[in-house]
């Protein structure tokens, strides 16, 4: 628990469940976030530590160096539900349980070289 004094003197205790949650491991018990300091999150194989609730689509891609230009966003909820982001939309991480996001390329050829290229047989 951590005590904020304001100027008039007056004395306000927040409650910080912990400094750090994350996400997939939260999700996996079925929970929700609660409020932190910081989340960390899982974008494909990448884990990445932010610190605030929310973010948008855009700004989470932005963290693996992507952009929804060449982009698709989806988040995987608890239970198996996948749901697509929009680039402007706001995910908070407190609100569902959100396992981890994951992208998909818009252009199939991106970052999995030429298909035209492979051997068959």
């Known amino acids: 628990m951590e005590k904020i004094v304001t100027r008039e003197g007056d004395v306000t205790e927040v409650l910080i469940v912990e400094e750090i949650i994350d996400l997939e491991v939260y999700a996996k018990q079925g929970k929700k976030a609660p409020h932190a300091k910081g989340y960390r999150i899982r974008i ?22 992507k952009t929804p230009e060449k982009y698709l966003l989806s988040q ?30 818009l252009d199939p050829t991106e970052g999995g070289g030429d298909a035209s290229r492979l051997r068959v047989g």
């Open 44 to 65: 494909d194989r990448e884990y990445k530590e932010v610190h605030v609730p929310e973010m948008t689509g855009r700004q989470i891609l932005a963290l693996v160096g």
């Open 76 to 105: 995987k909820l608890h239970g198996g539900q996948v749901v697509p982001v929009g680039a402007d939309q706001i995910v908070d991480f407190r609100h569902h349980i959100i396992e981890r996001f994951q992208t998909l390329a």
